[in-house]
Nanobody, 115 residues
Framework: QVQLVESGGGLVQAGESLRLSCAAS????????MGWYRQAPGKQRELVAI???????NYADSVKGRFTISAEIAKNTAYLQMNSLKPEDTAVYYC?????????WGQGTQVTVSS
């Protein structure tokens, strides 16, 4: 059973930074990608950033230039550095990991940005 555990969320003011971490435990097998998604109240879950085993990255337009994803996929860990946070970044942030035939989610960590 794979578990993804996020940490690093919290309450910050606009313009400040946070760093989220995600660690996987259990029989993880081999991940081919890890990523971060977020869901704000009343909205659908959306992709924030993803990184592949080969190091390729993709970001939502709304976070480009402010957020940076990094990972040690072989060690089943991923990070999201969030700079210049805005109130519209407020959401529950979820870690996601994909293997060739499965997908896993963390329980989420709350990020709240006050104006």
């Amino acid at each position: 059973q794979v578990q993804l555990v996020e940490s690093g969320g919290g309450l910050v003011q606009a313009g400040e930074s946070l760093r989220l971490s995600c660690a996987a435990s259990g029989t993880t097998g081999k991940f081919i990608a890890m990523g971060w998604y977020r869901q704000a109240p009343g909205k659908q879950r959306e992709l924030v950033a993803i990184i592949t085993l080969g190091g390729g990255t993709n970001y939502a337009d709304s976070v480009k230039g402010r957020f940076t994803i990094s990972a040690e996929i072989a060690k089943n860990t991923a990070y999201l550095q969030m700079n210049s946070l805005k109130p519209e970044d407020t959401a529950v942030y979820y870690c996601n990991a994909r293997s060739f035939n499965n997908e896993f989610w963390g329980q989420g960590t709350q990020v709240t940005v006050s104006s």
